[in-house]
Nanobody, 123 residues
C-alpha cells in the first residue's frame, strides 16, 4: 500500500511560483506513473499533469502547459510539480496520485491518492 503526502502549497500572488512535492512511502513507487489533479471549490476534479515511471514521458493539461513542469526523483520517492506564472484560476486543492501502469489523464486509473495541498492565488 502506497501512502502519498503532498506539500508545498500556500498563498501566492498572481504571477508567482510554487513547487509542490508528493512524497511516497509504504510501497513501490518508482515503477508507476504519477498524476497531479486539482479541484477548485464548486468544480469537478481536473487533470493537471502526469509523469511516467522513468520520468521520460510527461503530459499536461492545456490550461497549464508552458507554466507547470512535473518531474520526479525516484531515489527520494518524490514527484514534484513546479508551477510558474500562477493565476487566480489555478486556485485549488492539488492532489497527487500513483499506481497507474502508464501515464493517464483519467483519475480512476490511479488507485493511490494523497489528501492534497491547498494552493491559493491572489489577484
Amino acid at each position: 500500500q502506497v501512502q502519498l503526502v503532498e506539500s508545498g502549497g500556500g498563498l501566492v500572488q498572481a504571477g508567482g511560483s510554487l513547487r509542490l512535492s508528493c512524497a511516497a512511502s509504504g510501497g513501490t513507487f518508482s515503477d508507476t506513473a504519477v498524476g497531479w489533479f486539482r479541484q477548485a471549490p464548486g468544480k469537478e476534479r481536473e487533470f493537471v499533469a502526469t509523469i511516467s515511471w522513468s520520468g521520460g514521458v510527461t503530459y499536461y493539461a492545456d490550461s497549464v502547459k508552458g507554466r507547470f513542469t512535473v518531474s520526479r526523483d525516484n531515489a527520494e520517492n518524490t514527484v514534484f510539480l513546479q508551477m510558474n506564472d500562477l493565476q487566480s484560476e489555478d486556485t485549488a486543492v492539488y492532489c497527487c496520485a500513483a499506481g497507474s501502469r502508464g501515464t493517464s489523464v483519467n483519475a480512476p486509473r490511479y488507485p493511490y491518492w494523497g489528501r492534497g495541498t491547498q494552493v491559493t492565488v491572489s489577484s
